[in-house]
Structure formats: C-alpha cells, structure tokens
C-alpha cells in the first residue's frame, strides 16, 4: 500500500478512493434506500410457516361453521317463535274446554239450555282448532308415557297389561307439539 503525505498527517490510498467515490454524484433514491440483502432463513421455518397456516385456515373455516350454525339455530328459533306463539294463549284456554265438556255431559231438563252450551262449545272447539289444537288419539289404547299421564292404577287380570281403561281427561297437541298430556286409569297385571 502507497501512503501520501499531507499536512494532516498519512493517508491510505484506500481512503483516497473513498474520498473519490463520495465525489461522483449519489442517486437520491440509492441514497435513501438501504440495500436489502437476504437473510438466510433458518432450516425448518417455512415448514413452521406453512404449518401455522393451515391452523389459522382450519381456525376459520371452523369459525366459520360455527357462524353458520348459529345464523340457522337464531332463524329456527325466530320461525318457532312465531308459529308457537299461540300456544300459551291455547294452554290457558284448555280448562275452559274442559268445562264445556263437562257441562255436556250433565243432563238437563231444558233442551234449549243444552242445546246453547252445546253450540258454544263446537264454536269455541273450532275456533282453537283452526289455531292448531288437536286432540291426542285414544284409537290406540295402549299406555304411552309420552303422551298419557296415569293418575289412576288398576290391577287386574280382566285387561292386558298397560291397557287404558278411562280417560279422565283428554289430551291435546298444538300444531304437533304435546300441549297436555291425556290423564288416563291404567289396567297392570301383577
């Protein structure tokens, strides 16, 4: 290496061609800009990369089922809502029905008085019907918990076992839903 001599001191010719280059005219985007090098990435990264990509994807997919899910269970509740709406209104109303139907089944010596109460309550039987009343069948008569409730227990070996043997009290559905079970006497063998 060459040295020169100045009246500052000693200079390298290394440091001369620096001072050179800083003379040429500088780019003021190369200026501003750092050079981007790459950086080697570590072994195993993009597999850690790829990896943690597939669970976020599958996060949201889930996410978004779960969203899916939720939006049809709300629309089915709204949509039941409103179809059952009635259905406490029609509850409330049953022992009203029951009354009717016990008031028929007296006898009486005005017929004209009977014959009213009668048509009062075909009217009123209609009217809950078009809402969506139905009475449980008594066609099978056969015990079914789901939609008989025993009040009374008969042991005898007259009926086969869980036998209905009296109804008390009728039961009604409401558009397919029980509203009340049917209270019915019930024949077991023993």
Same mark, same amino acid.
């Given at each position: ?5 100045? !009246? ?29 090098? !790459? ?49 406490? !209104? ?101």
């Amino acid at each position: 290496m060459e040295t020169l001599n100045n !009246s500052n001191g000693v200079f390298t010719e290394d440091v001369q061609r620096q001072n050179e280059r800083s003379a040429e005219p500088v780019e003021p985007e190369a200026a501003v800009r750092p050079e981007i090098t !790459s950086v080697p990435e570590p072994p195993g990264e993009l597999e850690r990369l790829a990896k943690e990509k597939a669970e976020l994807q599958d996060l949201l997919q889930r996410r978004q089922a779960e969203f899916d899910n939720y939006r049809r269970r709300v629309e089915r509740e709204r949509s039941d809502l409103f179809e059952y709406a009635a259905m406490d !209104s029609v509850k409330a109303l049953l022992p009203v029905l029951d009354d009717f139907q016990r008031a028929l089944k007296v006898e009486t010596a005005d017929k004209e008085y009977a014959r009213g109460v009668e048509m009062i309550y075909q009217r009123f039987y209609e009217a809950l019907k078009k809402l969506g009343l139905e009475p449980v069948s008594t066609e099978n008569p056969v015990f079914n918990p789901h939609i008989h409730n025993a009040v009374d227990v008969v042991d005898t070996k007259d009926h086969p076992d869980q036998t209905i043997l009296e109804e008390y009290q009728p039961g009604y559905y409401f558009k397919g839903r029980l509203l009340r079970p049917a209270m019915v006497k019930v024949a077991v063998n023993q």
